[in-house]
């Protein structure tokens, strides 16, 4: 039974992980990864993405959809919490002030936490809330594409 479970959370980690690179995100899995694409001038968008149902059911349609906007963080990328555990910590260094949070969204510029959309933001609301929410801040720290 036990080898059924993991082929089964294999599978489930495989299709979350396709979701949004499909949706135009970056996987970093590495903190070395983390650091350089971390620490680029302009806008980065993080996805912190993990295999709860929030994150399949709003979080990752969420993501994909916020991004077809008139303004846009320069780099989507995401870390997947639970999986890339190195890398996934490392993101969490740039997100001084917020808890660890999965799912999640963090805007950075420079390197430097702008805002975050926490799971309690995700969790329990539908990801046209979600979506506004990214979009709003897109509107207030990112340029025009």
């Not at 694409?37 to 959809?65: D, W």
């Amino acid at each position: 039974m036990e080898m059924d479970f993991n082929l089964f959370m294999n599978d489930v980690v495989r299709q979350a992980r396709q979701e949004i690179v499909a949706a135009g995100y970056t996987e970093l899995k590495t903190p070395e990864e983390v650091q350089e694409v971390l620490n680029k001038k302009g806008t980065t968008l993080v996805m912190v993405n993990s295999v709860c149902g929030c994150a399949g059911g709003i979080a990752r349609p969420a993501a994909s959809y916020a991004v077809h906007y008139d303004k846009r963080p320069d780099q989507l990328v995401t870390v997947f919490a639970g999986q890339d555990k190195e890398a996934t910590a490392e993101a969490r260094n740039f997100f001084e002030g917020y808890p660890p949070s999965s799912p999640s969204f963090a805007l950075l510029k420079d390197g430097k936490i702008l805002t975050m959309v926490e799971r309690h933001e995700i969790e329990g609301h539908d990801p046209a809330s979600v979506v506004n929410k990214l979009q709003e801040y897109f509107d207030q720290y990112c340029e025009e594409v």
